[in-house]
């Protein structure tokens, strides 16, 4: 299969880029599940037009069925590799079929590390977060838990106690910087040393169980270990991430490697819709472009 323009990632920010290059009129390739995207399964409330929550699943599938009304295609199937051939891009997926294009644009976000206990799947989106930021303002008054023991458990612990009624930090081994900690400590938030060990509820969450250790009632659980991004199909393109893995990028979201664009959580922090449907619509124009100017 040929294309002007491949899209690696399907959530916001892809699915943005797919709709700015296919609007070009460039043929456009979207490859990836829907199902991957931090968005699926979570709530917005803080996107621009919207007037009341918002669920983040349905807003993929739209995005996806507007891609697809303008000429996108879609491969529902994971990638597997990328190559530069001269001037050209080789994208092949999981079932081993290879897209020849003219431009890539990288948008797989990152992958949030998991703690990969009973309940986690279970309650994604209803009551277990990644981001405590993004979804701080749905535990007004309640009682949530922070798990992590680096600097992103401190602050978002100290984050949530503006909102919550009572945080509770579990870590096994705190290591976050003792600056950090302390204006936790200070805030009001609850250090509990233990592992966890599940998530129970119906409907929502409803505690935390810790191995060895008490069972904690709460509302919400926040996963905090820290972020790592999908970068390993850079690096098979040439591009080094940055130290945060991070994708480094121009202000046409183009990488260090030209015809291979980058958008959304994979050009890092803050990791929100809004930054990512923006760079979606950037890097998707300039790609369309490029690939349009080669022809």
């Not at 931090?38 to 929550?53: D, P, Q």
């Not at 491969?75 to 003219?102: K, L, P, Q, Y």
């Not at 060990?197 to 904690?216: D, F």
């Not at 890092?268 to 760079?279: F, I, N, R, T, Y």
């Amino acid at each position: 299969m040929t294309a002007d323009v491949v899209i690696i990632g399907c959530g916001p920010a892809g699915l943005q880029a797919g709709i700015h290059s296919s609007r070009k009129k460039a043929s456009t390739v979207i490859i990836g599940k829907l199902q991957n995207s931090a968005l699926h399964g979570t709530h917005i409330e803080n996107y621009f037009g919207l007037s009341e929550t918002t669920d983040g699943s349905d807003m993929l599938k739209n995005g996806l069925a507007q891609a697809l009304s303008f000429g996108c295609r879609h491969i529902d199937m994971n990638v597997t590799g990328a190559v530069r051939d001269g001037d050209e891009f080789r994208v092949t997926t999981e079932s081993g079929e290879e897209i020849v294009c003219r431009s890539i644009v990288i948008a797989t976000g990152i992958s949030r590390r998991k703690l990969n206990i009973p309940g986690e799947r279970e309650f994604l989106g209803k009551g277990v977060s990644y981001c405590a930021e993004c979804d701080c303002n749905f535990y007004k008054g309640l009682r949530v838990a922070i798990i992590g023991d680096e600097s992103k458990a401190a602050i978002s612990s100290e984050l949530m106690t503006r909102y919550a009624s009572e945080v509770y930090w579990v870590s096994e081994n705190i290591s976050a910087d003792v600056k950090l900690v302390d204006k936790a400590l200070g805030a009001g938030v609850k250090i509990i040393t233990g592992t966890p060990k599940g998530i129970r509820g119906k409907a929502n969450v409803e505690s935390l169980l810790l191995t060895g250790g008490p069972e904690i009632g709460v509302d919400g659980v926040f996963i905090e270990l820290g972020g790592r991004s999908s970068s390993d199909l850079a690096m098979d393109l040439g591009i080094m991430p940055e130290e945060d893995d991070s994708l480094k990028v121009n202000s046409s979201f183009e990488t260090s490697v030209g015809g291979v664009f980058a958008c959304g959580d994979i050009t890092g922090e803050p990791w929100q819709l809004a930054k990512a449907v923006g760079e979606g619509a950037v890097a998707g124009h300039h790609a369309a472009k490029r690939a349009k100017d080669m022809k």
